[in-house]
């Protein structure tokens, strides 16, 4: 993907109404003082689109659309697409002209290596710069260190995609933004991927962005978006350009021929009578057209270059291999070759190149032309030529490009130069150019064993990007070797991370078991890591795992860690979820605690420690530890939040919106899910879908939640998860119960409860076992699921696992017993997080007294279960306690109805963290929207609340106690 021959050339525009040139203070632009040099001068606009628009009405209109939309203060979006020479850069030029009084940036591509990173990015943000200092700090941050204007941790790609998408609002708020990029093919990977992001967040913003796309290519950051399908004119609008072209004499039939030929191709059109004689134009006599109309098209232009002079066509060959359009460094360059700028003439004059600010191929296809009709040696010396003439310090990576394009056998010296290129890209976040740096210093390297290590850095660049079928043929590459034993367990680390991610468990964690155990000699800090990613992943698989292999992997890693010097935190952490595995729950609890506890005093959130938040958040849920679970993930979700390490934020959220649910803030953890989906919907991955699993069975809307349930079920499986598929049974069960489906309830607690070693979520089955099996369906299980629930109980020591457990005690006992245990069950759950388990023990013990006819009694604590599952809107319960307080000959009080109920989910985030103190930067940095979007999310929000300021928040959406 980002090995074609040319470097990246964007020509860009700052327009206004008046068309005032781009202040370029301080950011990198390309030099714009060399037009007008002498000798050379502007003849022909050729393809770029200068002239009368002929037809198009149907595409002018889409694009008339996009126009009015952001003048009517909206946004727009759009991809058009056409094959080559069909017109599409005429239609974005005259989408500009008609955008009188908006603001116009323009960017096009060309054919281009595609490793500078975010060069054009660069470009597009220059005009805007005015309006950094108005980004939150993160985000301005993240931006200058990826546009190379300041140093720094590399940025994440999703911080500096909403750093875009804020500069592109601020810039739009005086008058709407319209940014064109054409030949988007051709640009920089992380370019297309931030301003993809930005399209697909715009929402309240006057801002539209159209990219111009050439078919047959395909680029998946764009599929999805609105799309404009540009074909061929009309024989009309044909015959009238053709007739312009060529106003001289024409055979009528030798006219038709050309249009249908050219399949109403401009282009086509334009160039395919060039290489017919006045006989054959004038009487139709000429030999049958061969080959497709691109090849036809370039077979033209072929002619017309091999009729200018020796030097003009050594000028080209210059231009074509130099990319970026720059005018100083293409005479610097052809003054070394002996050639005067008079060369450039004839070229000129035929309409082949233009020679002002930027020099630019009348089409980028004649670009290509030019250089692949040169041959190898020829290409080679251009490309020394412009290496020399490109300022190594100014501008280091497009010198080390030319240089590697001239190598005409492996080279240590670029390749080394091609190495510091890659460490400069990573830097600026750009694991993608960073990748293809090292993929060519790879081939460059004439020594066996360090291009062996290359190929293995370009491989691990390469899965980074996102690539990872790329980098797996590179991991073939580095195989080869030789390497050492060192750089081998790395690489089966990474394969094994490759076919994890993939889905291929059973592939997976062999692998990462060898590379572990090879580590240990070398690096048993790494190997540490590589032993808890593996514990991770045999966890993730669960019951879906392969056999016996979740035992191997923790006695290695536990073997490991006592021999091994690691951190504190992360030593007891691997210890103790290896003994939990091999030595069961009360073995592995103590060790488990000090882990926990040892996170919970870290002063220092370094990243090394911090890396392992999640797993100890969940050794926290599996120790019912809601303290812990609360502050770990708190803390994670915090720390991801302010280094704006987004990728790590969807599993951040997913810890913290569980523990919302559980808790019975439904309405905290429908925010938090709902940021889930915006942050995964903007990386175009999946979000998890087991909090939202568990959020449906508390409201037990019963069908809804079924759909939700086994909807998530087989995404889980199909993920190869099992600690997934035990999550959405002990979700079923707990759907069942609300419902009094008991029956049901058993087999989904059973499915759930059948491996005991699934982290965290299997003991939430037990209860639910219980209830379930002393409501008459199966005693025997539920006396079996209160002994394992018994002992983990003790060996956890929490009020929440003890009051759990007392709940679920009474409700196997009678009489005095009985209600002693429940009054034990409220008292310790009261102490807690928990209301939902603290509400289900109101419930339990008011039916408890029911059906001991001590019916006063009993509605006080139905009725006090009752208005707490209302107040959390957990309805399935809710209205089991209602049947129960009205056969208690209670009424059921009425209650008011929830003012967030009519809230899209979008708006109940934000107003969420709008009640929270959140300012419109802070709310649209999270959601991944503008803080313009965020203003018009609150203005709906203000209206359906009845509420008028921000402070009126805090009463119409009340926070959840505790």
Request: contains cysteine; glycine residues 8%; hydrophobic residues 45%.
């Amino acid at each position: 993907m980002f090995c074609h021959s040319d470097y990246l050339v964007l020509s860009q525009t700052w327009w206004q109404a008046d068309r005032v040139p781009a202040r370029t203070g301080g950011w990198p632009m390309t030099d714009v003082s060399t037009a007008g040099r002498a000798g050379v001068r502007r003849v022909s606009e050729g393809a770029r689109g200068a002239g009368r628009l002929l037809g198009r009405h149907r595409e002018r209109r889409v694009l008339q659309g996009v126009l009015d939309a952001v003048r009517g203060g909206h946004h727009a979006a759009l991809v058009v697409r056409g094959p080559i020479g069909v017109g599409k850069t005429r239609l974005l030029a005259h989408l500009e002209e008609s955008a009188s009084g908006l603001v116009v940036t323009r960017a096009s591509g060309a054919e281009s290596e595609k490793e500078l990173t975010y060069a054009g990015l660069q470009l597009i943000c220059a005009p805007m710069q005015a309006k950094a200092d108005q980004l939150p700090a993160p985000q301005r941050d993240a931006l200058r260190v990826a546009l190379g204007l300041a140093t720094g941790r590399a940025p994440d790609r999703f911080l500096v995609g909403m750093a875009v998408l804020s500069l592109m609002a601020a810039a739009a708020e005086v008058r709407p933004l319209v940014c064109v990029v054409d030949d988007a093919q051709w640009l920089d990977r992380a370019s297309i991927e931030t301003l993809a992001f930005v399209a697909r967040r715009l929402r309240a913003e006057r801002v539209a962005l159209v990219f111009g796309l050439r078919d047959p290519l395909t680029m998946s950051e764009l599929d999805g978006l609105p799309a404009l399908h540009v074909g061929g004119l009309s024989d009309d609008d044909a015959h009238a350009l053709l007739t312009t072209a060529l106003p001289g004499r024409m055979d009528q039939r030798v006219r038709d021929r050309i249009i249908a030929e050219s399949r109403g191709n401009p282009l086509a059109l334009l160039e395919l009578p060039r290489g017919l004689s006045q006989a054959e134009l004038a009487g139709g006599f000429r030999t049958p057209p061969v080959g497709g109309l691109v090849s036809r098209i370039e077979s033209s232009y072929q002619r017309r270059v091999g009729l200018l002079p020796a030097d003009t066509r050594l000028l080209l060959l210059l231009a074509s291999a130099e990319p970026v359009g720059q005018v100083p460094l293409l005479w610097r360059a052809a003054s070394r070759l002996g050639i005067s700028a008079d060369a450039a003439a004839p070229a000129v004059a035929d309409g082949l190149l233009e020679i002002d600010a930027h020099v630019r191929f009348a089409h980028p296809l004649l670009r290509s032309v030019v250089y692949r009709q040169a041959g190898a040696d020829e290409r080679r010396r251009v490309h020394r030529i412009l290496a020399e003439a490109t300022d190594a310090s100014s501008d280091p990576d497009r010198r080390a490009w030319h240089r590697a394009q001239a190598a005409p056998a492996p080279d240590e010296d670029v390749a080394a130069e091609l190495e510091k290129s890659a460490g400069r890209a990573r830097r600026q976040g750009g694991v993608a150019a960073a990748a293809a740096f090292l993929e060519r210093a790879s081939m460059l390297t004439p020594d066996p064993a360090c291009r062996a290590r290359r190929a293995l850095s370009a491989a691990r660049a390469k899965n980074l990007a996102g690539a990872p079928a790329e980098a797996l043929s590179l991991l073939s590459v580095a195989e080869i070797g030789p390497l050492s034993a060192l750089d081998r367990a790395k690489s089966d680390l990474l394969r094994g991370q490759i076919a994890f991610a993939s889905s291929r468990a059973r592939e997976a964690l062999p692998l990462l078991l060898r590379a572990a155990k090879d580590l240990e000699p070398f690096d048993s800090s790494l190997a540490g890591k590589t032993y808890l990613e593996t514990l991770s992943a045999t966890l993730f698989a669960g019951r879906l795992g392969v056999t016996g292999v979740q035992r191997e992997v923790a006695v290695a890693a536990r073997n490991a860690v006592r021999t091994a010097d690691h951190p504190p935190a992360v030593r007891l952490l691997l210890e103790g979820l290896a003994t939990r595995l091999i030595d069961g729950y009360a073995a592995g609890a103590p060790i488990l605690k000090r882990a926990l506890r040892a996170y919970r005093e870290l002063t220092a959130d370094r990243d090394e420690d911090l890396r392992w938040l999640y797993l100890a958040s969940w050794a926290a849920m599996d120790l019912w530890d809601d303290e812990s679970w609360h502050e770990l993930a708190d803390r994670q979700l915090r720390r991801v939040r302010e280094t704006g390490t987004i990728s790590v934020l969807p599993i951040a959220l997913c810890l913290r919106s569980y523990l919302h649910i559980l808790a019975g803030e439904l309405t905290e953890g429908e925010a938090l899910i709902a940021e889930s989906e915006a942050a995964t919907a903007a990386m175009q991955s999946q979000s998890d879908p087991l909090p939202g699993c568990h959020h449906a069975a508390l409201q037990g809307r019963y069908v809804h939640a079924r759909r939700v349930i086994d909807a998530a079920t087989a995404h889980q499986r199909s993920r190869g998860e099992g600690n997934g598929v035990t999550a959405t049974a002990v979700a079923s069960a707990v759907l069942a119960n609300s419902a009094g489906r008991y029956a049901e309830a058993l087999d989904a607690a059973l499915l759930a409860g059948a491996r005991p070693a699934d982290l965290g979520v299997s003991d939430w089955a037990l209860p639910e076992a219980i209830e379930a099996g002393t409501r008459g369906v199966s005693r025997p299980a539920a006396v079996e699921a209160l002994r394992q629930l018994s002992e983990h109980a003790r060996a956890a020591g929490t009020d929440w696992a003890t009051g759990v457990e007392a709940r679920s005690r009474a409700l196997l006992s009678a009489g005095p017993e009985a209600e002693t245990l429940f009054a034990e069950a409220i008292d310790r759950l009261g102490r807690t997080r928990m209301k939902v388990d603290l509400a289900r023990a109101h419930l339990l013990y008011g039916e408890w007294l029911r059906r001991g006819d001590r019916r006063r009694e009993a509605r006080e604590q139905l009725q006090t279960a009752h208005d707490m599952f209302t107040a959390m809107r957990v309805e399935g319960f809710a209205t089991r306690a209602a049947r129960e307080l009205e056969a208690a000959d209670g009424v059921v009080r009425e209650t008011t109805a929830d003012p967030a109920g009519n809230l899209t989910s979008q708006e109940l985030q934000v107003a969420t963290m709008a009640r929270d103190g959140y300012t419109n930067p802070e709310i649209g940095t999270r959601l991944f929207i503008s803080p313009r979007t965020v203003e018009w999310h609150l203005s709906k929000v203000f209206a359906k609340l009845g509420i008028t300021t921000r402070r009126a928040l805090r009463d119409a959406l009340p926070e959840p106690v505790g």
